[in-house]
């Protein structure tokens, strides 16, 4: 396991125990951001709090980008991508499909990436060229599965507009594939890609904190990652896939939603 793998889970993994313990009496202090839909809790902001300490102290000088806090300008080329709860709305309903997401990234390559779910006690690893892994579980994607058969994983943004439009998309890719879920949780959605638990994930609008290091979890298992007509994954498209399906998937989400900005 690389060194950067190594503190990025010990830093998830303390995170997470923190949520766990602080869940019950302060998951209730929210506040909303952009829209009456998109809140954060006082746990997302002491979560990121917590990860850039810990960060900060064993490798001083590294740049930080996180949800909460954003980033500050910095010159190294080692940069910590951090979603310090990914799932707010589940974790905020006592529901177990929230996660901590910690990626590195070097040279503006991620090479390391955890997704800490500690609701379930499941824990997704990645290192560049070394597998993924839940646990002590080597993960591979499903692969073979027609359009059809496919277990599709998606999710929605928080603007009311942007909604309207992954409403009516969602509505065209229901009746072509075995069936749809929103879980809650990007990060994780695209760890069960990895995980085979869904067959392939669809989502506008996501951030580099929501997928870098599921991004790398997915690769690692075989998945393929990126966005529409061969751009990379970004806020404007994420889709993952084993390649096939992900080619099959790309295609009807092209002509569904030929980038209305939603
Ligand atoms: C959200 C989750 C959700 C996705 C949203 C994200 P947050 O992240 O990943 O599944 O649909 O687009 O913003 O706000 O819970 O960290
Ligand atoms: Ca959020
Ligand atoms: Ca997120
Ligand atoms: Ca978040």
Known sequence: MTDFLRLAEEIAREAGEMLLAKRPTMSREIETKSSPTDVVTALDKASEALIRERITAARPGDRILGEEQGEAPGESDVRW????IDGTVNFLYGLPDWAVSIAVEVAGEVVAGVVNVPARGEVYTAARGEGAW??????HCNTGVPLP???IGTGFGYAKARREVQ???VAKVLPRVRDIRRGGSCAIDICSVAAGRLDGYY???VNKWDFAAAALVATESGARI????GRPIGPE???CAA???FEELHDLLASLDPLRGA
Request: glycine share 24%.
């Open 81 to 84: 991508i951090v979603d310090p």
């Open 134 to 139: 839940l646990g002590g579980e080597r993960l």
């Open 149 to 151: 058969q496919a277990l």
């Open 167 to 169: 409403g009516e998309v």
């Open 203 to 205: 989502e506008r609008g």
């Open 226 to 229: 990126g966005g529409l007509h």
């Open 237 to 239: 498209f994420a889709l």
């Open 243 to 245: 390649p096939g399906l």
